[in-house]
């Protein structure tokens, strides 16, 4: 018997023995409350001797005998009574410690908590409530078993894969019933986010609504996911409704997790402290830059995975060009501090990097991880950690910081049943097909395919997805089509020039020009109009609307 911590007030534990219950009490539990009939197993002591146990070592016991598998509202509701009754932190048992787990989990849904803090808990301590999910959603009440909605193809997330995607669905099959499950009104060009950090996009320009980008005949369910039930080919969305599907694709990106950094949240927008990875916070980079005469600018790369790696070091190379081209560069000292231990990930490309980074006189810091920021006195922490894995911390100053947060897959997405362990959609990375669970695809972002995560890398996705969905489908023996890794990273080195870093899976190099007009290792102008003037009408006009431009997948021998 293990006890396995739920909460800072709940542990629970399989079967208890009065030989057990001292040790319990050494350990700081002050209750202890069993869910396990008498007499369900022949070797079960009774819960009186328990209770005489417990009485002995100063503990209160309780006693809510449940039924196994037949966990019913009204004893999760009675669980969560008695639970706030006892003296805490308590230990629930039971045969394994499951019915316990679920009666908390079930309770604590009715009084409101949300489903992926639920779901989370649990799974950290080894209990999966995926079959129970449905109730946890609806507040811990038993719902009905009906669809309120049921979709050939239903899409998770209205960003750039999921409506390219459905797009791309569209052009191939008209008829095709699809619907888009995303909560969103606005769907953001979050490429052009380091344009307006740099002061060359409005950020105005990069927002639109979702309604006028959803595909002609294409169902938009404006709604968030709760959890999913691939054994019953079915969607929980909050409020318990169920949406029920032939094919899912699941493409709801990234979550920015803010709260990873202490104290960050509270200053950002303030006190010089900014991010491009916000539609509200760009504006505020590009007055930052121009507000800053002299002084310390700060640029922040966290842990990868993240989204678009190439951003945090586009947002200090347009910073230190306006200081330069406006003569204060030589009075603003710059530092970047790189949780990683390379500048860039492709070797290529990082000569023709590093003479922007001496042009800018930056100093580079490799290995230094965001942990802690104090906006009013102007100070952040780093968790410096050395070749031989000790961690230190390290103190900086700053009159500007670019930070850029950690970042995760979304928590419905990492406590599914469709995550792998790092809590990524798991696909294989050349269909993209969910590797375990039949009639599931994932792309973009939240997907574990170990390609850039980009816009560009979902614009060569969703070609791949809607073949091979379309294909799966119809049950041909048509060929698979493959992905082969492509990402892009424009990165923009100053203003009129870009590094064009175009990549697939290892590294790979897979320009789409001939050197002779663009070479993606050395700095471009045409590649700088090709992102200033080209890729924004090319996302709008034609990715979203299902035109595959240079992004016919390739075939499988």
């Known amino acids: ?207 639109r609504t979702m309604a006028s980008l959803i595909p002609p005949g294409v169902r938009w369910i404006k709604a968030a996911v709760a959890a999913f039930e691939p054994e019953k080919r079915a969607v929980i969305l909050d409020g318990c409704r169920v949406v029920k599907y032939t094919a899912l694709v699941v493409a709801p990106g990234l979550k920015l997790n803010w709260a990873g950094v202490e104290g960050l949240t509270e200053t950002l927008g303030r006190n010089g402290v900014t991010s491009n990875y916000r539609y509200d916070l760009a504006p505020y980079t590009w007055e930052c830059v121009q507000g800053l005469k002299a002084g310390r600018a700060v640029f922040t790369q966290p842990p990868m995975p993240i989204k678009c790696a190439g951003a945090p070091q586009k947002a200090l190379y347009l910073s230190a060009d306006h200081w330069l081209r406006s003569g204060r560069l030589k009075d603003v000292s710059i530092d970047f501090y790189n949780a990683g231990a390379v500048l860039f990930g492709v070797a290529a490309y990082v000569p023709a990097l590093m003479r922007y980074i001496e042009r800018y006189g930056a100093e580079l810091h490799f290995q230094h991880t965001l942990a802690r920021v104090d906006g009013p006195a102007r100070r952040a922490w780093f968790t410096r950690t050395d070749a031989a894995g000790v961690s230190t911390l390290v103190e900086a100053e700053f009159d500007m910081l670019h930070a850029v947060p950690p970042q995760m897959a979304p928590d419905f997405i990492r406590v599914s049943p469709l995550a792998d362990a790092a809590g990524w959609v798991d696909v294989d990375q050349a269909t993209l097909r969910h590797r375990t669970l039949p009639g599931i695809y994932g792309l973009g972002d939240a997907c574990n395919a170990p390609n850039a995560k980009t816009a560009a890398a979902a614009r060569k996705q969703a070609p791949v997805v809607a073949h091979n969905l379309l294909k799966d489908l119809a049950a041909t023996a048509e060929a698979d089509a493959i992905h082969d890794g492509y990402g892009s990273c424009p990165l923009t080195v100053e203003r009129g020039k870009i590094v064009l870093a175009e990549f697939g899976y290892g590294g790979k190099l897979l320009p789409s020009f001939p050197s002779w007009l663009i070479d993606g290792t050395q700095p471009s102008h045409l590649a700088w109009l090709l992102k200033e003037r080209m890729l924004p009408p090319i996302y709008w006009r034609a990715m979203l609307r299902g035109r595959e431009w240079m992004a016919r997948p390739r075939m499988a021998a």
């Open 1 to 207: 018997m293990q006890p396995k911590r739920i909460d800072a007030s709940l542990s629970v534990a399989g079967q208890v023995t009065a030989e057990t219950v001292p040790g319990l009490a050494a350990a700081g539990f002050r209750s202890i409350l069993c869910n396990r009939p008498d007499g369900e197993g022949a070797d079960q002591p009774g819960f009186a001797e328990i209770e005489a146990a417990a009485k002995a070592a100063g503990l209160q016991a309780a006693y809510q005998p449940v039924i196994s598998g037949q966990v019913k509202d009204g004893d999760a509701a009675a669980f969560g009574t008695i639970l706030a009754s006892l003296p805490k932190p308590v230990l629930a048992y039971c045969r394994t410690g499951t019915r316990s787990a679920t009666l908390w989990s079930l309770s604590q849904a009715a009084q409101g908590r949300p489903l992926p803090d639920i779901l989370g808990a649990t799974r950290a301590a080894g209990y999966d409530m995926g079959a129970v999910a449905r109730r946890i959603a609806n507040g811990g009440r038993t719902p009905t078993d009906v669809a309120d909605a049921t979709h050939t193809v239903v899409i998770i997330g209205g960003g750039a894969a999921g409506v390219s995607l459905a797009a791309s669905l569209k052009s191939r099959q008209p008829d095709l019933d699809i619907a888009i499950i995303d909560p969103a009104e606005i769907h953001y060009y979050q490429p052009g986010w380091t344009m307006v950090g740099g002061g060359i996009f409005d950020a105005a320009t990069t927002a």
